[in-house]
C-alpha cells in the first residue's frame, strides 16, 4: 500500500471508528509459559496444557513451590527432554536470560541444555523451548539439577523468574545415556 492508499485507509479507519474496535481486539501486551497438552499427556497422561504462566502471573500452584514440588515427581527415565512453550502477546517486547543450567549430581546427569541460546526475546508466535536432561548412563540414580530463568521487560526490569532455589529432578538409568542432543527426534520416545 503507498502512502495515498495508507492515508485513505487511515481516514476510512477513523470515520468508521473501526480503529477504536481494532484496539480494543487486540491482544494485551503479556506473557503466558505452558507445558502443551502432547507433552503433558507423556508426562502425566492428561492431554492437557499446564498453564505455568498465565497473563504475565505464576500461575497458584506455583505458589507454595515447596508444596508443589514434592507433588512433582522425578522426570521419569523414558523422557530425555521437555517442551515448553510460551508466546508474549501484544507488542510489548520480553527479554529471557537463563542465568544458570547446572546438574548438581554430575556423575549421573550433565548440565540440562535449551535448544534456544541464552538470552534472548521470548517470541510472539507461541513457540517450544525443549530443556534436554543429559543423561550420563554411567549408574542408576536421580540427579538434582537447577533451571534459573529470568524474564526482563523492555526496562530490563525482571517481572519473572524461575522460583527462589527451585530445584528439579531427573531419574537416569545405567547404560541409558542421552548425550547425543544432537538426535532431536529421539528426545522423547
Ligand atoms: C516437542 O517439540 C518438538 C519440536 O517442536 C516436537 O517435535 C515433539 O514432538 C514435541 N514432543 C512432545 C512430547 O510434545
Same mark, same amino acid.
Given at each position: 500500500m503507498g502512502a495515498v492508499g495508507r492515508l485513505c485507509a487511515l481516514l476510512l479507519c477513523g470515520a468508521l471508528s473501526?480503529?477504536?474496535?481494532?484496539?480494543a481486539a487486540r491482544q494485551p501486551d503479556t506473557l503466558y509459559l505452558w507445558i502443551d497438552a502432547q507433552q503433558a499427556r507423556v508426562l502425566i497422561g492428561f492431554e492437557? #496444557?499446564?498453564?505455568?504462566v498465565s497473563e504475565g502471573?505464576?500461575?497458584p500452584f506455583?505458589?507454595?513451590f515447596r508444596k508443589a514440588q514434592q507433588r512433582m515427581p522425578a522426570i521419569p527415565v523414558g523422557?530425555?527432554?521437555m517442551n515448553f512453550s510460551w508466546q508474549a502477546t501484544g507488542r510489548a517486547e520480553y527479554f529471557y536470560e537463563f542465568l544458570s543450567l547446572r546438574s548438581l549430581d554430575k556423575g549421573i546427569m550433565a548440565d540440562p541444555t535449551v535448544n534456544i541460546p541464552l538470552l534472548g526475546m521470548v517470541p510472539h508466535k507461541p513457540s517450544v523451548v525443549q530443556v534436554g536432561f543429559p543423561c550420563l548412563g554411567?549408574? #542408576?540414580?536421580?540427579?538434582?539439577f537447577e533451571v534459573n530463568v529470568i524474564i526482563m521487560?523492555?526496562?530490563g526490569n525482571i517481572i519473572l523468574q524461575t522460583p527462589?532455589?527451585?530445584i528439579f529432578f531427573k531419574t537416569c538409568q545405567q547404560g541409558n545415556a542421552n548425550e547425543d542432543m544432537a538426535r532431536l527426534s529421539d528426545w522423547v520416545t
Open positions: 473501526l480503529c477504536g474496535v481494532r484496539a492437557e #496444557d499446564i498453564l505455568i502471573k505464576m500461575a506455583t505458589h507454595d523422557i530425555h527432554a554411567k549408574q #542408576d540414580g536421580v540427579a538434582a521487560n523492555a526496562e527462589q532455589n527451585a
